[in-house]
């Protein structure tokens, strides 16, 4: 079917739903649960009748027993908007592009998963900004343009957050699953950077790629660093100590994202583009309770 | 500062080279290697933690070393002396020349020579500016004072062996302030230098037997007999058989072998009464000897002429005195009467020696004089005090020649007189702690013996010692003077001396200062001394046990024959190593900041 995603993968994923922590406030029908009571499978209270009710959620039962009319609340199931951004910025096309394909390949899953439940899935291609967008769509006969918009990014430019947000969200957008997918070499804050997503109240989970070369980069002697995004290069003599120190630094990076996430009670999924992706992201997903 | 004294050739070889090397060493940078990386975020974390300390420390390295490059090159070109200033490039050497360095080595030079020869190595490889002392350990050098190295070669030369015993290192030397001292050595005579010397030695074991002592003595209690005492040594590490010789001027011989253990000392006894009186030379022959100069001693013997003695005493019938001379053999005794003597008598019987006993002349006697009850007279020469009443106790004088084999331990004196205003021209034998002199002899061209008391006095003539007191009074008396032993060197003689000749009758240069007459006695031998009182002799031989010991070093040290000498470094070779060293930092320099590409 593409690139992307293998007919059997796609077969996995096809039980899978996606699991959002807060009730949604969608209007048009999904499978997540709404705020609001109404038409649905799950109970969820008991209030007297009212004339104009539905007499079909009268609990007769009830009138039997109490002589009195009460009428039986489900939890409506709603739909609700998943916006996916992709850092398309230099630094994905390192390790030979293995971040970047890992990035498509996950916003790709999440698409389809999102599309199959009736989610209003929305993609952003940002590096300093966002550069290409597909706006929300419902439905699964949709998987295939958002496929398409996948195989055709290209990454350029260079990473900032904060503008990508701001302008993305100035606009007004309904309160949903934000997924963000990166590899957070960014240069600013991430409080400052999150700062508009977590004032419009979205919900987020952050997929973090990395490749094996930044875990232990295999250099060493006199080497001249340079930067893939800024074009700035660095002299460094890479002894066996500064190797050891940067290594280190890598993971206190990695777990000051992560603590980051999980400190505003966000979901975080780090993947290495070593490890087997299907395996990892199915895992990880549901370690993380983002699907079920 | 002494740059101008660099060869030229090597500044400017060397200067060149520097340049070269620096140049070669900054264009050999490693070409850059570029990674790209998806981002320097966490590297310039890293980098910023890590570098913030090492740029520290890196900077002052680098400060250090660019210091050191500096300082280096700057001590190498211009080598600025930091040695003390007064004694800035100057250097002492004192040689040892005392008698023991005469003992030859194994190579077949003697210990001196060695000395000297390792002495002009070590100038010859002094840098050409430095001024060098030479002295040796026996003054030879009059003046000592710092020369150019050419004239201390010449010095070097000139020093020979000396004939003190107790050389010294001059402490006028040691006070000069000097860059480097050195002592060349065998620690025989010399010991241990003084710490502020460096030792050159050139000692090394060798065999030697030597004479250590030799005496002519008349037999005691029979004056008619002589003997001659003989000590030998055997310094060596092994068994020596030696043939003792005594040769007599006359021709007279006498020969002995004694076999002498390693380290061993030993006397000989022999009688010498057949020989006639003269010089007597002394050898002791061995199969290996590297010391010949302690192989030969002389002496003199005396003549063994009749005495005339003329005996003037108050009572000459009861006289234990003229009974003892009567017996002693070489002895012509005559006896008068105090009241017969003058001096006109005196000069009639032309005695050798005159003795009065309990008599005193009115005048001094023309001739050698022994009273015994010596009471005051105007003419005598030393003060005539309090006469004794009660048991005085005596002491005597055992170094004076008169008291030679004699104790008179039992010695009462009970009366008599004792002598006052004694001085150096007068040496009391006999005297009492609390009283003063008891018996004084006085030099001169007519000897005198004074004794202040007599046999009525005393009970001296009862001791069985007495007949050798008196024998012995008759040798220093009557015979000729006694021989003066010494060894090679200056030598003082009272009084005012004519001439001094040797055994081969060359005449030797005196001087006389304060009633002394000197000579220098070169080399061992027979002196005679002629004076206004008659001829004196000297018996002048190298014989003294610390002579001998020629392998008593206190050096520990034994010097190979190859020993090369004490190397200074000079300035030449100094620079180059500088600039070694500054080159050696200066890649090291290089290779930690310049070579590297990173910050």
Redesign the interface.
Known sequence: MSSLLSKEFLRRLDGLTLLLRRPVSGHLRGQHRSKRTGVGMIFSDYRPYSPGDDVRNLDWATYMRLDRLVLRLFEEEADTPIYIFIDSSN??L??DGG?FLVAKKLAAMLSYIGLLNHDRVSLAAFSDGVVRELPGRRGKNQMWRTLHFLEALKPSGVTNYADTFKRYFGGGRTRGLVVFIS?F???ESLELSFKPIRQYGHEVFASHVI?P??VS?E?G??????????N??????LTE??LR??RT??VD?CSSIENFFRRSGWGYLRINTDDNFEEAALIGLKKERLTL | MTALSLPIVFFWVSTLLAVVAVILLFLLK?P????????????????R??QALNDRWRWWLSLLLATLIILLLLFAIYRPDLSEGEGRNKVILVIDNSPTMAARMSNGISRLDMAKNLAQDFLSELPGDRSVLIVDTQRSVAIPEFTNIALAKTILDGIEIGTSLDPVVPSKVSREAAEHRFVFTDGVLLGAPPDSYETVSVFEPISNVGITHVDFALVPGNPGERQAFVELKNAGFETQVVELDLNSEAGESLKRKIEIKAGEKIGQILNISSFSSGAVRVSATSGQDGFRFDDKAFDYLSSKKEIKVLLVSQNSADDKLLELLELMPRVDVQVINAVAYSSTVADELQPDLLIFNRVVPESRPNRPTVIFGVKSAKWLPVQVTDAMSTQVEVVKNSAHPLMRNVSLRDLIVEGGVVFGGVTDAIAPFLSSKSEGALAVTLGGVNPIILFGFDAETSNIELLADFPILLANLLTWMGDEPAVIRASPGIIAIPGDAVRVNGMDGKEYSTWTVADQTYFNAIEAGLYTITTEDGPLRVAVSQVAEKFSDVNQSRISRVVAADLTAPNLSGGFSLAVILCLLAFSLLVLDWTLFHR????
């Open positions: 630094s994905m390192q390790a971040k590899d070499l960014q240069q490749s070369s930044e980069p250099l002697g006199e080497v001249v660093l340079v930067d893939s995004e800024t700035e290069s660095m002299n460094v003599h100590t500064l120190q940067y630094a890598f990076h | 490693p850059v290697l570029q990674a790209l990386v998806s981002s320097n975020v966490v590297w310039k974390q890293v980098i933690v890590s590297r590409v990173t910050q």
